[in-house]
């Protein structure tokens, strides 16, 4: 059974940092391209952050460029992400994501929860 | 890239139907035979209904259905069931690297 169980969400300050883990499980984790997907409460998915299998190529959404980091390690099954100089806007529910065919999502985790306040 | 517009709710009572709608532009919806859609009970993690317009991935029962017309992409759901009151998302690639998600439609069975 293909499992994406996602920690590290905290309540954090403007201005500070965060790092979100997803320990994946279930599937062979270095043969799929991964994503964090973000839902900011009472809103819509936001896609955030793109790595492909080896780690050596990431995509990420303009509003989190230059402020995030997605990152792999295939050896330990986890998919990371770093955030940096965290935003109210920011704040969300943090989705690790399975990316399938015809660029759809398969698999979710339940989700992290990121609150950047004050 | 802005997000595609869906209706905030819809409302229908067991055993009907109901169509979803999600409209964009040429440059998403419209140029790409790339839509999915995903059913999120919230708190739990969102589930893939359709992928490529109208597939449907292993499991899904198919009473859910996908089309896309234009710039607009929808979702039918058949013979309605308590368990299929959620949040569905439509999702659209927009080229170059983007993929665009839905404001999101609540489904309530009455």
């Known amino acids: 059974e293909v499992q994406l169980v996602e920690s590290g969400g905290n309540l954090v300050q403007p201005g500070g940092s965060l790092r979100l883990s997803c320990a994946a499980s279930?599937?062979?984790?270095?043969?799929?391209?991964m994503n964090w997907v973000r839902q900011v409460p009472g809103k819509g998915l936001e896609w955030v952050s793109t790595?492909?299998?080896?780690?050596?190529?990431?995509n990420y959404a303009d509003s989190v460029k230059g402020r995030f980091t997605i990152s792999r390690d295939n050896s330990k099954n986890a998919l990371y992400l770093q955030l940096n100089s965290l935003r109210a806007e920011d704040t969300a529910v943090y989705y690790c994501?399975?990316?399938?065919?015809?660029?759809?999502?398969?698999?979710w985790g339940q989700g992290t929860l990121v609150t950047v306040s004050s | 890239q802005s997000a595609l517009t869906q209706p905030p709710s819809a409302s229908v009572s067991p055993g009907q139907s109901v169509t979803i709608s999600c409209t964009g532009t040429?440059?998403?919806?419209?140029?790409?035979?790339?839509v999915s859609w995903y059913q999120h009970h919230p708190g739990k993690a969102p589930k893939l209904m359709i992928y490529?317009?109208?597939k449907r991935p292993s499991g899904v029962p198919d009473r859910f259905s996908g089309s896309k017309s234009g710039n607009t992409a929808s979702l039918t759901v058949s013979g309605l069931q308590a368990e299929d009151e959620a949040d569905y998302y439509c999702?659209?690639?927009?080229?170059?690297?983007?993929?665009?998600f839905g404001g999101g439609t609540k489904l309530t069975v009455l």
């Open positions: 994501v399975r990316e399938s065919i015809a660029w759809s999502r398969d698999y």
């Open positions: 279930g599937f062979t984790f270095s043969n799929y391209v």
């Open positions: 790595i492909n299998i080896n780690g050596h190529v990431t």
């Open positions: 040429s440059n998403d919806v419209g140029g790409y035979n790339y």
């Open positions: 490529e317009v109208s």
């Open positions: 999702s659209s690639y927009a080229g170059g690297y983007n993929l665009i």
